[in-house]
């Protein structure tokens, strides 16, 4: 499914148009999850993978996305059915 985050694939934190997918909800399950409900943001190799201020290795940019996701699937979905889904409250 086609991102309900953002519209462009230019890196969601700084906008370098050199980016990957990355599915906000990790594991093999959550990543299927996010792919289906569109739960998925464009980061550059600066915010995905390489640096101490990627999504993988910074809690706070982790937290943010996740609230953020959180937020926009719940524009068309309970909270309820969030937590359902995703075993988890991160707001």
Known sequence: M???LQDSKICW???NP????HHVFE???H???SEKYGLKVYLCDRHH??????????P???AILKQYAQKKFEETHSREEFIKIF???YL
């Open 31 to 33: 990543r299927k999850l």
């Open 2 to 4: 086609k991102s309900i």
């Open 49 to 58: 993978l390489v640096s101490k201020e990627c999504v993988h290795q910074n």
């Open 18 to 21: 050199h980016t990957t997918c």
């Open 13 to 15: 934190v700084c906008g």
């Open 60 to 62: 706070q940019l982790e």
């Open 87 to 89: 075993k988890r409250n």
């Open 27 to 29: 594991g093999t399950h």
